[in-house]
């Protein structure tokens, strides 16, 4: 499979009073495959959302490269390459949408890339149905759920045809339901239309069922595997505030009580199928 | 001591096209003491509800009656609301977004000068509250709020609430968009204020789970009405209506369902994580005998001392 | 609260809702113009017949319309007594020391009144059928020739339109910072004016630094999905004019030639009238 998004060495430090640097991002090496569910976890503070940052050239790195499909996102020349081929969707859902009405606010992203007109009609068509809001074509965002406006953030960003998509907590402000209505969209893109997914966040039930999960800690990767295999070293995980997810946690509690339940489980069946082996 | 909700009506832009009734003949009585939690789904009406217990909108129609200060529509009483708002405490959504001084202390100290006190007495208060929210009064007292981290600002803000030392403390959503370990943080510490501060607590919450881990009683509100006001143990029992309107059930009580339809035994309601556990060990205990475990285990992965954890220097994440 | 990135928007669906907003532009300053060529009672009943007339078809009750002039209902209260002690000419009716009421100055006095009336009552016809979006679309199109001569104008209209997609956020935002500050017994809308200030202080300091925040965010929202602002963009809505609007087109002319055959023509049909009525009588 092909490489979409490498990093080198990557640093990136924000100045701070008195000529000092805060390093919020420390020598990160990451290689990230086409088609991958990729979930990136950390606390606030982690270097998280930098590191999202530097994946479409929001930021560029003060140390080392960020190659995306083998372009330099510190290329001023190509940046537009970058950002059309890594879509961003931001935390808050509302200050993300440009126009009032939702049509017009998914043609934005295309009217900027000068595509054709009857193309971006197409788009808009096919961004709206890939979220689910068909609809809405006409409607405004303003009186819509969290779920909703942030699932046409995400078809604001499809209209721009990317092969990435990075989540920068997108769903750290919604609701249950809202948070369901935007995985569901995400997971479906990724399995559907072979869309590359980097989702970050700090919830670990989101992780659970990602391809790979990346964690992150004082700016640094520490842990980086499939999620069962990270979930396995809990001790880790919540030494660095992170905590393993619910089901993971009950079976580590119970099996450190001395109950002979796996600690490594993250599937609620299979933990309750071992319960009533036992009980 | 009481708080009597009769009859409340609201509506939002009312007689133009945009018109949307919120409340729709809330009947409600909040007494002295209870550890409420109210959920429902964004625009359930829940958030309009709060903001009348402490007068923020003025009331349309019905009437509101908190421990003996009684309002009613069309009546402007000024000394009545100061008492009031100096009752019931208010902990926004976000709360940290308020935050406006130079100095932890100083917005910490906005509320209670609003309330008269002498200079005395406000800053006693200041101190007790940033103490109680966990955080070490003499380090932070001077440094500005813009400079904390996302959970510091937010135990701020909630001091600045508590320094007012209302009897009834509200908060709506107080764990939104923090990381694991800082909702765990301000999980205990609403246990907490509840014992030292306000012993009357009201929780709103989208989360069941989080809200399973205090609340004794749930109000579930839908299409401006209240459809559940039970006992948490009794709630979800409920849990197709529940479903029907959008709402989870909690995990726990889920677990336990399929444990128990395959015939496990587990004593007691389960409604909490905690619940679970204790009922999956009492349960082991009981079949094995001869090697029995401990039954004095906690589900959560933080442990804090003195309720609250110090937060140490995690920095923020944008520059 | 109520959305102002609709402002007045009053949603009926009707017909004029579907014009083209350039051309409800344009009418609104055909008629804005016209207004002025207005000298007769009759040809201010024939406007005030037009506006009628666009009500019924826009679906607006004249209810609303005529609430619009409320709002300058004291101005021009004042203008029209200004009008009628100052202004002297024909028939004098009542005089004391230097104020002098006369029949030209009531009749000024009057027609001044209606002629502000009537264009706040068509203006706020063009807002209750026009969202400011729409607005700021028409806005850009007619100002495009302005373009080559160095004027911004795609910049200036993404900034007229992301103002308004800003602006009900930033209201709510202000709602919710007050009321929270309300709770900590903060009193902003009470004392004398540097008091009031002093008091707003508690919710503009976090409305500030929200602003700044959401600002951020959305420079970063614009990066991320390609803002440029070259000559390669493309737009996916064209403003296209129709036979609606051609139709409206001849119906305001018409309007306007009626107008302006009284002022021109008759001079003012209003003494033929009275003449028609003297030969009725006599």
């Known amino acids: 499979m092909a490489t979409a998004i490498k990093l080198e060495n990557v640093s990136f430090s924000y100045p701070m009073n008195e000529g000092e640097e805060h390093k919020a991002v420390n020598g990160v090496s990451l290689e990230i495959e086409e088609g991958t569910f990729v979930a990136l976890v950390g606390h606030n503070g982690s270097g998280k959302s930098t590191l999202a940052k530097l994946l479409n050239g929001l930021l560029t790195p003060t140390g080392g490269r960020v190659l995306v499909y083998g372009v330099d996102t510190a290329d001023d020349k190509k940046i537009f390459d970058v950002r059309s081929s890594v879509g961003m969707v931001f935390q808050n859902p509302d200050n993300q949408m440009i126009a009032t009405n939702v049509e017009d606010d998914i043609a934005f992203g295309p009217e900027n890339l000068g595509v054709p007109r009857e193309e971006i009609i197409r788009r808009v068509d096919w961004a709206l149905e890939k979220v689910g809001m068909s609809e809405f074509r006409n409607a405004t965002p303003f009186k819509m759920s969290g779920g909703q406006k942030q699932r046409l953030a995400i078809a604001g960003i499809l209209a721009i045809k990317p092969r990435v998509m990075v989540l920068d907590e997108s769903t750290a402000m919604l609701d249950p339901k809202g948070r369901d209505e935007v995985m569901n969209v995400v997971k479906q893109l990724n399995r559907e239309e072979k869309m590359t997914v980097i989702h970050i966040t700090h919830y670990m039930d989101e992780a659970l069922d990602a391809d790979r999960l990346i964690v992150m800690n004082d700016g640094k990767v520490v842990l980086d595997g499939k999620p069962s295999e990270v979930f396995a070293e809990h001790k880790l995980l919540t030494k660095i505030k992170l905590g393993v997810p619910c089901v993971t946690q009950l079976a580590v509690t119970l099996s450190e009580a001395g109950i002979a339940v796996d600690p490594r489980i993250t599937d609620e069946e299979e933990l309750v199928d071992s319960l009533c082996r036992l009980l | ?319 | 609260m109520r959305d102002v990135s609709f402002g007045q928007y009053y949603p009926t669906g009707s017909i004029v809702h579907r014009l083209d907003p350039r051309a409800k532009v344009i009418f609104s300053i055909i008629f804005m113009v016209t207004i002025f060529f207005v000298v007769s009672y009759a040809a201010y009943a024939l406007v005030a017949l037009f506006l009628v007339f666009v009500c019924l078809v826009s679906r607006i009750s004249v209810k609303n319309v005529l609430k619009s002039v409320k709002a300058i209902l004291f101005i021009m209260l004042f203008t029209a007594i200004i009008n009628i002690f100052f202004y002297d000419s024909g028939k004098v009716l009542f005089e004391w020391w230097k104020i002098k009421i006369t029949l030209g100055g009531i009749d000024f006095a009057i027609k001044m009144a209606l002629r502000i009336s009537l264009l706040v009552m068509g203006t706020s016809l063009l807002s209750f059928t026009t969202t400011p979006m729409e607005l700021t679309d028409a806005i850009e199109s007619l100002l495009k020739p302005l373009k080559y001569i160095g004027v911004p104008v795609h910049d200036i209209a993404l900034i007229m339109s992301i103002a308004l997609r800003f602006i009900p956020g930033l209201m709510d935002e202000t709602d919710k910072i007050m009321m929270a500050q309300k709770a900590r017994g903060a009193e902003i809308d009470t004392g004398g004016l540097v008091k009031k200030v002093k008091a707003m202080l508690p919710v503009l300091i976090p409305l500030f630094v929200s602003a700044i925040r959401r600002a951020d965010e959305l420079a970063d929202a614009l990066d991320a999905r390609c803002y440029n602002a070259t000559d390669r963009r493309t737009k996916m809505k064209v403003l296209r004019l129709s036979w609606k609007d051609l139709i409206a087109f001849l119906i305001v002319a018409a309007f306007a030639t009626l107008i302006f055959l009284d002022k021109y023509l008759a001079g003012g049909v209003d003494k033929y009238i009275v003449e028609f009525f003297k030969g009725l009588f006599s």
């Open chain 2, 1 to 319: 001591m009481q708080i009597v909700v009769k009859d409340l009506n609201y509506t939002y832009s009312a007689r133009t096209p945009f018109e949307r009734h919120a409340l729709k003949g809330v009947n409600l009585t909040i007494n002295e003491g209870d550890f409420l939690g109210i959920i429902g789904h964004t625009g359930s009406g829940k958030s309009t509800f709060i903001m009348h217990l402490n007068g923020l909108y003025k009331l349309q129609s019905g009437e509101i009656d908190v421990f003996d200060i009684k309002l009613v529509p069309d009546k402007k009483n000024k000394s009545d609301l100061r008492r009031l708002r100096g009752t019931v405490g208010m902990v926004f959504q976000y709360p940290e977004y308020q935050l406006f001084e130079d100095t932890v202390a100083k917005d910490v100290a906005f509320g209670p000068k609003n309330m008269g006190l002498d200079d005395e007495e406000v800053a006693k208060r200041v101190k007790r509250a940033i103490e109680l929210v966990g955080l070490d009064y003499e380090d932070i007292k001077d440094r500005a709020p813009f400079e904390l981290s996302g959970g510091q600002k937010r135990r701020v803000a909630i001091a600045g609430i508590i320094a007012m030392q209302p009897k009834v403390l509200i908060l709506d959503e107080p764990t939104a968009g923090l990381d694991p370990y800082g909702k765990e943080q301000i999980l205990s510490l609403i246990t907490h204020l509840k014992k030292e501060c306000s012993p009357t607590v009201i929780v709103i919450s989208h989360d069941v789970d989080e809200i399973t881990r205090f609340a004794s009683r749930i109000i579930v509100f839908n299409d401006g009405k209240v459809m559940f006001d039970l006992p948490m143990n009794e709630l979800f029992r409920h849990a197709d209506e529940l479903h029907s309107v959008g709402l989870e059930i909690p995990k726990a009580v889920r677990i336990a369902d399929k444990l128990r339809k395959r015939g496990v035994e587990l004593e007691g309601d389960i409604v909490s994580l905690n619940d679970l556990l204790h009922a999956i060990v009492k349960a082991y205990n009981k079949k094995h005998i001869d090697k029995t475990v401990n039954e004095n285990i906690n589900f959560s992965a933080f442990e804090f001392k003195n309720e609250v954890a110090e937060d140490g220097k995690d920095g923020e994440d944008k520059g």
